[in-house]
């Protein structure tokens, strides 16, 4: 009778272990589970003439500043309004695509500022 009151017992602690771990592992999965963070990518990766880019927002606030620039001239800049939790995806006018160079596109965010480049 004892080996399978401590056999219960053991399967019973392993459960409500497993149950605990998995649960934690759940809650620090989550972006926005006490977490401040923000991240500037381009959308297409391996186009290498695409310009479009995402801003994922993990933070409490929600403006964004961003802007275009080509060999540092800049071509367009403006305000974001990004929802905690949410993406954006920005897709630059085709009136300011440049033609060759370097392609700066720089975001600023509570005075954290993330750059990403391409060279056209």
């Not at 759940?26 to 995402?54: C, H, M, T």
């Not at 933070?59 to 800049?74: E, L, M, Q, W």
Request: aromatic share 10%.
């Amino acid at each position: 009778m004892t080996e399978k009151r401590l056999a219960i017992s053991l399967f019973i602690l392993f459960a409500l272990s497993a149950a605990y771990l998995f649960a934690v592992n759940e809650r620090g999965l989550d972006p926005d589970q006490g977490k401040n963070w923000w991240g500037l990518s381009f959308a297409e990766p391996a186009n290498e003439s695409s310009l479009v880019f995402i801003i994922s927002n993990h933070t409490a606030t929600d403006r964004f500043h961003y802007a275009i620039s080509n060999d540092g001239n800049v071509l367009i800049e403006g305000e974001l309004s990004i929802e905690p939790g949410n993406d954006f995806t920005q897709v630059p006018s085709a009136a300011i695509r440049p033609t060759a160079g370097r392609v700066t596109i720089t975001v600023t965010h509570e005075g954290r500022e993330e750059t990403i480049y391409r060279s056209l």
